[in-house]
């Protein structure tokens, strides 16, 4: 293994990204600021058709954020207080974050070690006659067995929350993630596939029902204007942010399929450098479709791994640290070290590398010669 490489590979280039759609980007911009139209208006209405169409579900309502998407839909599903919300133990915050906002408690379970989404058996065990919703994660950009969630949610009449925020693109068995379950929650965080200049979210749903209430209250439960029929929040998406993501939608399978090479690139590099059997690499399960938001591996000794690689100018990232169950504004819920092993166990290993879809060829050389480095001892 050569010693110290010399390239240096960010976790994320967005410049890299933006360079070849600046000047598009820019025109669309203009056009918002020519128009004078900032809250809602006709490039947010566009971008729910194009994005209702792209992703094959009867209606798309755009939010402020990933983390109001969720919010905004167990307000619409009517949860609250004495209700419980099974979700993993593994995943960004907000998941968890946004069941304790409306009052609801979280019912934690543990992931599938080799998938890191949700354990279906798991979520069955935990029902309980509180169990007003179940909130499963496509974490990574992989989606979770939803076949084996649905049936539950359907055995017990329990509606199903995608969290798809990581997942736009993604499928498993022919379906697009955001299209299965009752409602499908997204993020347009900058960093992912398809990224906003700030936060953007929305909510995928074929309940005509259903997103006629999301809209009502992503404008403080109005309608019409200054009558409000509830109590709703500011969860409206700006037309900039609009306006940017009608520009990139276009791509994002092209960015998707190209996360997607550099993944299998990655495998390759492993295999060909003698790491496969030091290090775990993604899955992808038969019949699924990741579309790697991150390239997550799990690696010995991680945080000197991660030491030395930072050393060698290789971008990484843990995602994520701490469980909810042992996160410190969760204690109140009992929860304690041991509870969920594989998701535990997860949190100590996982190390997320580069996949951005402009990667070249040399920067995946360098981040595997540098891992091969680090885990030189391990």
Same mark, same amino acid.
Request: charge should be negative; charged fraction near 20%.
């Given at each position: 293994?050569?010693?110290?490489?010399?390239?240096?590979?960010?976790?994320?280039?967005?410049?890299?990204?933006?360079?070849?759609?600046?000047?598009?980007?820019l025109a669309a911009i203009?056009?918002?600021?020519?128009?004078?139209?900032?809250?809602?208006?006709?490039?947010?209405?566009?971008?729910?058709?194009?994005?209702?169409?792209?992703?094959?579900?009867?209606?798309?309502?755009?939010?402020?954020?990933?983390?109001d998407a969720i919010l905004?839909?167990?307000?619409?599903?009517?949860?609250?207080?004495?209700?419980?919300?099974?979700?993993?133990?593994?995943?960004?915050?907000?998941?968890?974050?946004?069941?304790?906002?409306?009052?609801?408690?979280?019912?934690?379970?543990?992931?599938?070690?080799?998938?890191?989404?949700?354990?279906?058996?798991?979520?069955?065990?935990?029902?309980?006659?509180?169990?007003?919703?179940?909130?499963?994660?496509?974490?990574?950009?992989?989606?979770?067995?939803? @076949? /084996? $969630?649905? *049936?539950?949610?359907?055995?017990?009449?329990? =509606?199903?929350?995608?969290?798809?925020?990581? %997942?736009?693109? +993604?499928?498993?068995?022919?379906?697009?993630?955001?299209?299965?379950?009752?409602?499908?929650?997204?993020?347009?965080?900058?960093?992912?596939?398809?990224?906003?200049?700030?936060?953007?979210?929305?909510?995928?749903?074929?309940?005509?029902?259903?997103?006629?209430?999301?809209?009502?209250?992503?404008?403080?439960?109005?309608?019409?204007?200054?009558?409000?029929?509830?109590?709703?929040?500011?969860?409206?998406? @700006? /037309? $900039?942010? *609009?306006?940017?993501?009608?520009?990139?939608? =276009?791509?994002?399978?092209?960015?998707?399929? %190209?996360?997607? +090479?550099?993944?299998?690139?990655?495998?390759?590099?492993?295999?060909?450098?003698?790491?496969?059997?030091?290090?775990?690499?993604?899955?992808?399960?038969?019949?699924?479709?990741?579309?790697?938001?991150?390239?997550?591996?799990?690696?010995?000794?991680?945080?000197?791994?991660?030491?030395?690689?930072?050393?060698?100018?290789?971008?990484?990232?843990?995602?994520?640290?701490?469980?909810?169950?042992?996160?410190?504004?969760?204690?109140?819920?009992g929860y304690a070290a041991?509870?969920? =092993?594989?998701?535990?166990?997860?949190?100590?290993?996982?190390? +997320?590398?580069?996949?951005?879809?402009?990667?070249?060829?040399?920067?995946?050389?360098?981040?595997?010669?540098?891992?091969?480095?680090?885990?030189?001892?391990?």
């Amino acid at each position: 293994m050569t010693q110290g490489t010399t390239t240096s590979v960010p976790l994320l280039d967005l410049q890299a990204q933006y360079r070849p759609l600046r000047e598009e980007i820019l025109a669309a911009i203009t056009r918002v600021c020519d128009s004078q139209r900032f809250i809602l208006g006709s490039e947010v209405d566009a971008l729910e058709r194009e994005l209702s169409l792209h992703i094959g579900v009867a209606d798309a309502v755009t939010m402020s954020s990933g983390t109001d998407a969720i919010l905004a839909t167990l307000m619409a599903l009517g949860i609250g207080p004495g209700d419980e919300v099974i979700t993993p133990t593994f995943s960004f915050f907000a998941t968890a974050g946004c069941v304790s906002r409306v009052g609801a408690t979280p019912v934690f379970v543990d992931i599938d070690p080799v998938t890191y989404n949700a354990d279906p058996a798991a979520i069955r065990a935990a029902i309980t006659p509180r169990t007003k919703a179940i909130l499963p994660v496509h974490l990574y950009g992989l989606v979770a067995d939803m @076949d /084996a $969630i649905m *049936a539950i949610g359907a055995e017990r009449g329990i =509606p199903i929350i995608e969290d798809a925020c990581q %997942a736009i693109g +993604a499928m498993r068995g022919g379906r697009q993630a955001g299209v299965i379950g009752t409602a499908g929650c997204f993020s347009f965080f900058p960093s992912k596939n398809l990224g906003a200049f700030g936060d953007a979210g929305l909510v995928t749903t074929n309940d005509p029902a259903l997103g006629h209430e999301l809209r009502l209250l992503r404008n403080h439960g109005a309608e019409p204007k200054y009558f409000h029929k509830r109590i709703g929040g500011n969860f409206r998406l @700006d /037309a $900039i942010q *609009a306006a940017v993501l009608r520009v990139k939608l =276009p791509h994002l399978a092209g960015w998707s399929d %190209a996360r997607r +090479a550099n993944a299998q690139r990655y495998v390759d590099l492993f295999t060909k450098a003698g790491l496969e059997k030091k290090i775990g690499l993604p899955v992808e399960p038969v019949g699924s479709h990741h579309i790697f938001n991150q390239y997550v591996v799990r690696v010995p000794e991680r945080d000197r791994v991660r030491e030395r690689l930072t050393a060698q100018g290789i971008g990484t990232e843990i995602y994520y640290p701490v469980p909810f169950h042992l996160q410190e504004c969760f204690a109140p819920l009992g929860y304690a070290a041991g509870d969920f =092993p594989h998701a535990e166990e997860a949190a100590a290993t996982v190390l +997320a590398l580069p996949i951005y879809g402009e990667l070249t060829l040399e920067q995946q050389q360098a981040v595997v010669a540098a891992l091969g480095d680090a885990l030189a001892g391990c």
